[in-house]
């Protein structure tokens, strides 16, 4: 275990950003901390890394109680949302800080920094300053100067959240692959549920400085634990009292006893995805998420009369393993 | 432009003019006065002292009042503001009263044998004393909007306070600590009021230059000989002096913006 967080509270003014949670983060794994904004993920976070001090409780990294340690002693890398490049410093300077302050030897940081910039793929850049980079270079420079002083654990802090869609794509890809290659275990802070189903080993569901559910990202899809998870961690419509998820939605064109009868409201083409709006006879609003060549065979209209029902309710289970306490 | 020109350069133009119109006359002249020449070194040093301790002291309050969070930090931040809500007049006279060989703190340093009224540490004190806010004012606003992550990202990486402060804080504040600091150095050369009292006006010894061109004005009452040329003379070449300190310091400044931006 890399990362062992037991009954840490902590207040800030009357707002509690953390109550009562315990984690525990496997080595080599890479965890995401998934949260709507005040939830209390990035306060997690910052816990771990030492930049805030807790009210009551510890953490342990690598087994040593770390509760008291500043964050210079703990032997983390941390990236920020924005960047935190050194603005006075070339990049290469910003990479080698870490290091400069262990006193290494002058060409071993050199041959480091260029290991890096390699790594990091920002080699021929190391004459820049952080303001000559665009905001995807500037991350990655942000890792690379986390990575230089090898940490013991990686901490990443909405680390995509500040750049467009298209490079959040790339580098969301780019951060999984080189966590295959450099296996140091790294926790990681976002609100988008896509990027956490997409790069983690393991979710933790943060909701009103709580864990609602901890587990593999298929487990929270399939088997949420609290309605918060289950409406968080993926899409979801409602179905009477029951949420479901919109691909589970059948959507027929022929009347049968077991099935709904629904109006087709609006049909919005997004590639192999086809979104339907529909709204049941009590005028009841939901929505089906079918197949581009599903569509094409049901040949859709708006205003057409269709048949739903679900396929499958996912249900909430407050018994799925991990719900509330973690471990 | 035109504002400037009208209130700043003219009054200038026509001091040059005025102590300059016959070459280097006046100013041989005026420097012909006994201790004359001491009375300007004596100035540019004490107002080079000035600016570097009020450059790091300013530095240092500025540092406090933004980032430490304590009781009464609003009445402090008032209190930086005090020298210059009181006329300095009054402020020489305070050292005075305080430091004074009458007085019971200057009584018992003179006893030990450091004289502070009527010697040069006066003079700095008082320079500190109204140039107090002037570093504080300058570095404050640029220290509160500094980026907070930045000597995060240097904690995580190892680096404890010290470092962080030297490596990370240190280097943006650098150019308002420097700006606040040519303030104090100018404002230094000229002060006039809360010296006046406090240095004695020992010629060769304790005279300063502003109160040297102030003689010049009234010949004859403190034994200088001159008139108004050759305080204009004397103004002159103080004003061409901090001139060029504030041309080189910004010269510096500029170059080290052009490498970071």
């Known amino acids: 275990m890399a990362i062992g967080v037991h009954n840490v509270t902590k207040r800030f003014g009357d707002f509690v950003a953390l109550n009562d949670v315990s984690l525990a983060i496997p080595t080599g794994s890479l965890t995401v901390l998934l949260g709507p904004s005040g939830s209390g993920k990035s306060t997690l976070l910052r816990v771990i890394a030492g930049l805030e001090q807790p009210d009551s409780g510890e953490v342990a990294i690598f087994g040593l109680d770390s509760t008291a340690l500043p964050p210079q002693k703990r032997g983390v890398g941390f990236v920020f949302q924005h960047y935190a490049s050194f603005k006075r410093m070339t990049v290469r300077d910003n990479v080698a800080f870490g290091m400069k302050i262990q006193k290494r030897p002058k060409q071993e940081i050199r041959a480091r920094v260029d290991e890096l910039l390699e790594l990091v793929q920002l080699q021929g850049l190391a004459g820049r300053y952080p303001s000559q980079l665009s905001g995807g270079q500037r991350q990655r420079m942000a890792l690379a100067r986390a990575l230089a002083v090898e940490p013991k654990v990686l901490l990443l802090d909405e680390p995509f959240g500040a750049l467009d869609a298209r490079v959040r794509k790339e580098l969301r890809a780019w951060l999984r692959r080189l966590h295959d290659e450099v296996h140091v275990t790294t926790v990681l802070v976002t609100h988008d549920q896509e990027e956490a189903m997409e790069v983690a080993d393991r979710i933790a569901v943060v909701n009103h400085g709580r864990i609602e559910q901890y587990g593999k990202p298929r487990d929270l899809y399939e088997h949420p634990a609290t309605e918060f998870v289950m409406t968080f961690v993926g899409p979801v419509t409602r179905f009477g009292e029951a949420y479901i998820r919109p691909h589970d939605l059948e959507v027929e064109l022929e009347p049968n006893a077991r099935y709904e009868e629904a109006t087709v409201e609006k049909v919005v083409h997004l590639g192999f995805e086809v979104r339907v709006e529909l709204a049941l006879a009590e005028g009841e609003h939901l929505e089906a998420q079918l197949t581009k060549r599903e569509a094409e065979r049901l040949e859709l209209l708006e205003g057409q009369r269709v048949f739903v029902r679900p396929s499958r309710l996912t249900e909430v289970e407050e018994d799925a393993p991990g719900a509330r306490v973690a471990s | ?261």
Request: glycine share 10%; charged share 15%; hydrophobic share 55%.
């Open chain 2, 1 to 261: 432009m035109l504002y400037l020109g009208l209130f700043v350069l003219l009054p200038v133009v026509v001091i040059l003019q005025r102590g300059y119109s016959d070459g280097l006359t006046n100013l041989k002249d005026a420097l012909d006065n006994f201790g004359a020449w001491n009375a300007i070194k004596l100035t540019v040093v004490m107002a080079f002292l000035a600016a570097i301790i009020n450059g790091v002291f300013g530095t240092l309050l500025a540092y406090v009042l933004v980032r430490i969070r304590f009781p009464g930090r609003e009445i402090v931040s008032a209190i930086v503001d005090l020298p210059f809500a009181i006329p300095t007049l009054v402020a020489g006279v305070m050292l005075v009263a305080l430091y004074g060989p009458s007085s019971v703190v200057g009584g018992w340093l003179e006893d030990h044998g450091v004289k502070i009224i009527f010697a040069a540490p006066g003079i700095l004190l008082a320079l500190l004393f109204v140039t107090l806010p002037l570093v504080v004012r300058s570095v404050q606003p640029v220290l509160a909007e500094l980026d907070r992550e930045e000597e995060e990202a240097a904690q995580t990486l190892g680096a404890g306070s010290w470092t962080t402060f030297r490596r990370i804080v240190l280097p943006a504040l650098r150019p308002a600590i420097v700006a606040g600091g040519l303030l104090v150095f100018a404002r230094s050369l000229g002060e006039f009021g809360a010296i006046v009292f406090v240095s004695g006006n020992i010629p060769n010894d304790t005279l300063t230059a502003p109160v040297f061109i102030t003689q010049l004005l009234s010949p004859g009452s403190f034994g200088a000989t001159g008139g108004p040329d050759q305080a204009a003379a004397v103004a002159g070449l103080l004003f061409g002096f901090a001139f060029v300190v504030v041309l080189l310091t910004e010269k510096l400044i500029s170059g080290r913006l052009e490498r970071t931006s």
